[in-house]
């Protein structure tokens, strides 16, 4: 098992910044590789950003390049989101979830945590 909690959301206005962080534990050396999702109202889940857990190598949707910069503390098994020049299509529950191996789904989640940008 693998626990996930998430922190770091709130409301910030268009242009600004946020960084979530994902503390992972339980049986982290299982883990291959850890991302975020996002999921806003009415809309479904989609994949936002990924890093393999023990290679570093991260992985971006195109819409966030240049945005947001995924990047993992291995001292503290902890993920984090740094999330810059928001714009109001960026509000939804950001989820992080891990997966063990690269053909798996994500199998362990967070809770989620709320990222509101204003105009």
């Known amino acids: 098992q693998v626990q996930l909690v998430e922190s770091g959301g709130g409301l910030v206005q268009a242009g600004g910044s946020l960084r979530l962080s994902c503390a992972a534990s339980?049986?982290?050396?299982?883990?291959?590789?850890l991302a975020w999702f996002r999921q806003a109202p009415g809309k479904e889940r989609e994949f936002v950003a990924g890093?393999?857990?023990?290679?570093?190598?991260?992985f971006y949707v195109d819409y966030v390049k240049g945005r947001f910069t995924i990047s993992k503390d291995n001292a503290k098994n902890t993920v984090y989101l740094r999330m810059s020049s928001l714009k109001p299509e960026d509000t939804a529950v950001y989820y992080c979830?891990?997966?063990?191996?690269?053909?798996?789904?994500?199998?362990?989640w967070g809770q989620g945590t709320q990222v509101t940008v204003s105009s």
């Open positions: 979830a891990v997966r063990r191996n690269p053909r798996a789904e994500y199998e362990y």
């Open positions: 339980g049986r982290t050396f299982s883990i291959y590789g």
């Open positions: 890093i393999n857990w023990s290679a570093g190598s991260t």
